[in-house]
């Protein structure tokens, strides 16, 4: 049966159920039922594995180890470029979740199936699953040589066993949904024992209506475990009937049907990493066009995976060969993730020595560190500040700083840059640090200023009231010389930066945008040109989200209450000042660029808080309290060197120790 009828129908069913897969993942809104393919390749490449493994008993080990491991090298190709892509182009922050799948995913052997959707290794648990059944079935194998008879029972209990699983926990382990690939290793010992269904021509009728039921099922599923159901079900009627002569699995001949296999099984393992990637690499979500033109990108990519492969094989095609190949790109794929997660550890044992240096005087979860604690999903909670405010309510109307040698008022366009901390460290890898915007930056300035005391960066800052960082006219009808005296401010900033902003390590920007008037694409536009030549200077500029803006003053409201019901104080989510903050999107169109989104270090459960860990958190309706911005200190440099901009302090240890995990 090599190259006959059977293997040439098995080859072509798994090839284009693999193209139906990625059609389904390029266009869920019109191909919605196109997960059923995955179940149809499932059968079909048990079907190929019963045969390989299990019905050729008689065939050499080591010619059938070699089919296999060819068709891991693309997959492993594809993690291995996924690596190199994830730590270029993804932002820092996302690197460590990713890479652990892609280590994962190269083992091959680790259950990754509750993988997120949006993960670019999503769909490998295809490839693990195939992988271990193939193993199962190597097993099988050998228990074919010692039994007479009863194989086909084991394969059956097994496939029953694994429903069974499936049924009682779908998205369970992939023990769970070795059924669809056992259907297929049984199709192929039943067929064996049979060789002469497959010539019944009636057959070809069921083929090609079930082939139409198959689109059917894409455009009218809707992804559910009921298409997962009719796919195995499709998959093996596909299976039994398509050897049949004038079935359309037949129609493209042995060689054809194997190359054509070959090219949508390397097409499904490229399709996912660069559908996920594509948007981190042009900075922006895919359009139709996009899609259409990436999935050519795929095909080409494809095509040219199997070419290597081909090429290699047509000068050494043996099973030892493929057996070092298969090894090296595994050990690639695992190596490619080490720098990466090494340079996540080290930012994470950064983050913590900062953080035990800044609160080693403070009582626990004191202000922003409860937040903190929220977002890191720990609990927080110090019953010595229940019933505290700090400042007293009488004095927190009061609570800033006014920082003169940093701020430019409404009445003036001076440039004033300012020194927070009193000396220069002594040690050249303390990061410099840049801080402009308006009064919301003004009012960071004493969590930064906290940092630069306790040697963890030196910082400088300009500001100016009512004037963010941009090139986008400021309006204020009270006082219309605000809007021209901004951008006289702008411009000598601008000048400056061009002598001194080589000067810095990074500059940090944050701003209330509301005055800055305009579409949203100007806005986004006009904060891409002030940013622009700083990051092209070398230089990483990191964009805070603005503090909540409120409708109301909550000071009035806690001065009115008792301590224990200072909760009615907090504002929900949908009641804060709703405005377009322009950070986020012109940090994804400029590379060098990072956001960092700070409602989580305000809000928490759809609410934000008045008062978080016995301190006020506001002195008016858009300012924070200088008492909650102090104790932001270890947090923002938390969230600001999450996004990489900083190099972390690097030891030999934990190097060491990173290679070793």
Not at 21 to 33: D, E, F, K, T
Not at 373 to 394: F, K, M, Q, T, W
Not at 404 to 409: A, H, N, Q, R
Not at 612 to 634: E, K, Q, W
């Amino acid at each position: 049966m090599t190259g006959g009828r059977p293997t040439t129908a098995w080859c072509t069913i798994a090839g284009a159920a693999s193209a139906l897969v990625v059609l389904g993942l390029y266009w869920p809104g019109r191909l919605p039922g196109a997960g059923a393919a995955t179940e149809i390749l499932l059968v079909a490449a048990g079907a190929l594995l019963g045969h390989t493994l299990l019905v050729e008993r008689g065939r050499p080990l080591g010619p059938a180890l070699g089919a296999g491991l060819r068709l891991l090298v693309p997959p492993l190709l594809v993690l291995v470029a996924t690596g190199l892509a994830v730590q270029r182009w993804v932002d820092v922050r996302a690197w460590d979740p990713v890479l652990d799948e892609v280590r994962d995913a190269a083992v091959a052997a680790t259950n990754i199936r509750g993988v997120a959707a949006e993960s670019p290794v999503s769909l490998f648990w295809i490839v693990a699953l195939l992988v271990q059944s193939a193993a199962l079935v190597l097993v099988l194998r050998w228990v074919a040589g010692r039994l007479a008879s009863g194989l086909g029972l084991i394969v059956l209990a097994l496939s029953v066993a694994s429903f069974a699983w499936w049924a009682f926990d779908p998205a369970g382990h992939l023990g769970a949904r070795f059924w669809p690939v056992g259907l297929g290793v049984l199709v192929s010992l039943a067929m064996a024992r049979r060789p002469e269904a497959a010539g019944r021509r009636e057959l070809a009728v069921i083929a090609w209506l079930t082939t139409l039921a198959v689109a059917g099922v894409a455009v009218l599923g809707t992804g559910g475990v009921l298409d997962t159901v009719t796919g195995a079900v499709v998959g093996l009627i596909l299976v039994l009937s398509g050897p049949a002569p004038g079935s359309p699995a037949v129609l493209l001949g042995p060689r054809l049907a194997a190359w054509f296999g070959a090219v949508a099984w390397a097409g499904l393992c490229w399709a996912g990493p660069a559908l996920r990637l594509a948007p981190e690499v042009i900075g922006r979500e895919l359009g139709l066009r996009d899609r259409a033109l990436l999935l050519l990108m795929v095909g080409a990519v494809a095509v040219a995976t199997v070419g290597l492969i081909a090429a290699v094989r047509a000068l050494v095609d043996r099973g030892g060969v493929w057996v070092g190949v298969a090894a090296a790109s595994v050990l690639a794929a695992f190596l490619v993730t080490v720098p990466g997660l090494g340079r996540v550890e080290a930012i994470e044992s950064d983050v913590a020595r900062v953080e035990a240096v800044m609160t080693a005087d403070l009582p626990d979860c004191l202000g922003a560190m409860t937040m903190a604690a929220v977002s890191d999903g720990r609990d927080c909670a110090n019953p010595e500040l229940d019933g505290v405010i700090r400042p007293p309510l009488n004095r927190a109307r009061w609570d800033f700083e006014s920082y003169l040698d940093c701020w430019s008022d409404p009445s003036d366009a001076d440039l004033d840059v300012c020194q927070l901390g009193e000396d220069a460290s002594p040690d050249p890898d303390v990061p410099r640090v840049l801080v402009l915007g308006d009064s919301h930056a003004r009012v960071l300035l004493g969590a930064f200023r906290r940092l630069d005391e306790r040697g963890v960066i030196e910082v400088d800052a300009a500001t100016k009231a009512s004037c963010g960082w941009s090139t986008l006219p400021v309006l204020d009808r009270k006082d219309t010389e605000r809007g021209p005296r901004c951008d006289v401010w702008r411009g000598r900033l601008a000048d400056w930066l061009v002598d001194h902003v080589q000067d810095y390590d990074v500059v940090v920007t944050t701003a209330y945008n509301g005055r800055m008037k305009g579409p949203d694409a100007r806005q986004v536009a006009s904060h891409v040109e002030a940013w622009k030549p700083v990051v092209e200077a070398g230089v990483p500029v990191v964009a805070l989200r603005d503090n909540p803006r409120l409708e109301e003053d909550t000071l009035d409201c806690l001065t009115e209450l008792d301590s224990r019901e200072w909760s009615r104080c907090d504002v929900p989510v949908e009641d804060l000042v709703p405005e377009f903050d322009p950070f986020e999107p012109a940090a994804e169109q400029l590379e060098g660029a990072h956001f960092v989104d700070t409602r989580p270090l305000f809000c928490v459960d759809g609410r934000c808080p008045a008062v978080i860990g016995g301190v006020n958190v506001y002195r008016d309706y858009n300012h924070v309290s200088a008492t909650y911005s102090a104790t932001l200190a270890p947090v923002l440099y938390r969230e600001i060197a999450r996004t990489g901009v900083f190099e972390p302090r690097w030891t030999a240890a934990q190097a060491v120790a990173s290679m070793s995990d």
